[in-house]
């Protein structure tokens, strides 16, 4: 049995009108969040052979869930300090709701060891999930608008997969699962100068299926290699609407998507290829995937899926010896669209291209018996590049990346 709690809060005082429009100073927006959550977890595991010389596992389980989210937005203070106090704390200016989620679901997996090289594995999770809100929201021309909704969903989710011990090293598998993204708080209401939401949006569902080959050959390589697909039907995201000659963010069910493409991880041990008895180890390692991701249908057919690059590929070194080890990271990021418009830009800077970027980091760790030190720098070059475009806070526009960061870790273990 887990049991778990989230009792806490969060508030940003914020100024998130669009980057062109001057700040001409006065009162701040705060955001209030006040979350109370609670949920238990309960998993019964049972291990016993089917077969001669197999042993399988099954698995059974229950979740209960119970959050309650009090949000509101209102004038704040018109410093320059974090000032988190609102100007009228009883009659917020924006918006003011709680928002109460029930989840209860139980799940089960169980896997079949058909042969000692053959095994099968199904899943399941059945979920029931009440989200209802109530409160109300300023609807611009001073007016209060009061709401009380309720959405109930009850809805299985399947899945499995199979592996095969090609030998004592490698190793075939493939999976397919079923997925579910539901509506959530943002997509109910928001109140943001960059970003509007659907009223009407739904939840999205769809499916993940992966198959390759997986294992290793000795102390010299390991490796994994396979082929994906991920879809989902009326998936939710952002496009890019005019308002007012000012380019603004619409979240809402866009159209079909599916990304596919192929994955892949290989790291080589120099050293022990020369000798297999060598007290160090040097390591060669790189991973990369290409990813085709698209819209099927609707206006948007054919364009890119958001916040997905076509290649990502990392590289890398690492040196082992006794107490020490240091590692060289490098990683390349292609080019990447924030809305399903694929927008090359705009004059606020929250809509466009997120363009190619790579860095380089470099760590490095010692062991003296209890206590380990570790030293790192992030982005050693200094690159200067950015990989969101955000509407709220920390934004609203570009978000720059980290510099260079240097870091220094001492550890004692008992």
């Known amino acids: ?16 009108d669009p980057v062109n429009i001057p700040d001409d100073g006065g009162f701040r927006d705060l955001r209030r969040d006040e979350y109370r959550n609670y949920g238990s977890e309960i998993r019964f595991l049972k291990n016993y052979k089917l077969f001669p010389n197999t042993r399988n596992t099954f698995l059974i389980g229950v979740r209960v869930y119970d959050g309650k989210t009090t949000r509101g937005q209102g004038l704040g203070t018109d410093g320059r300090d974090p000032d988190f106090s609102f100007i009228n704390p009883d009659a917020l200016e924006y918006n003011n709701y709680t928002f109460y989620t029930n989840n209860y679901a139980v799940f089960g997996e169980h896997i079949f060891q058909i042969t000692p090289r053959l095994s099968f594995t199904p899943g399941f999770r059945y979920e029931y999930i009440k989200v209802d809100f109530d409160g109300y929201f300023n609807s611009g021309d001073g007016k209060l608008i009061y709401e009380d909704r309720t959405n109930t969903r009850k809805f299985p989710l399947l899945g499995g997969g199979i592996q095969y011990l090609i030998n004592d090293e490698i190793n075939f598998y493939a999976n397919i699962t079923e997925g579910f993204r539901g509506v959530h708080f943002n997509d109910m209401r928001v109140e943001n100068p960059n970003l509007d939401v659907d009223p009407n949006v739904k ?44 380019p603004r963010l619409y979240r809402t069910n866009i159209a079909d998507s599916r990304n596919r493409g192929i994955e892949s991880f290989v790291e080589f041990n120099l050293l022990k290829a020369i000798n297999p008895r060598a007290p160090y180890s040097l390591s060669l390692f790189s991973s990369y995937a290409y990813i085709d991701s698209e819209y099927l249908n609707s206006e948007f057919k054919g364009n890119r899926v958001e916040l997905a690059p076509e290649h990502l590929f990392k590289a890398g070194i690492t040196f082992k ?38 860095v380089f980091d470099l760590s490095a760790n010692y062991d003296i018996k209890n206590y380990t030190i570790a030293i790192g720098i992030n982005n050693l070059l200094n690159t200067t590049y950015f990989t969101r475009r955000a509407t709220g806070y920390p934004g609203p526009g570009l978000i720059p990346a980290e510099p260079r960061l240097y870091y220094l870790t001492l550890a004692f273990r008992i």
Not at 227 to 238: E, H, K, P, S, T
């Open 203 to 246: 939840d999205s569902d769809g499916y993940n299926a992966d198959a390759g080959f997986r294992g290793q050959i000795g102390q010299l390589l390991s490796f994994d290699v396979n082929a994906f697909i991920l879809a989902y039907n009326n998936r939710i995201g952002v496009i890019t609407r005019m308002i007012d000659d000012q």
């Open 321 to 358: 010896g006794y107490h020490f080890s240091t590692t060289l990271n490098y990683t390349n990021t292609s080019s990447q669209y924030s809305d399903a418009n694929n927008t090359e830009s705009t004059v606020t800077g929250n809509q466009g291209l997120i363009p190619a970027y790579e």
């Open 1 to 16: 049995m887990k049991n778990f709690a989230v009792l806490s809060s969060r508030y940003s005082v914020e100024q998130t």
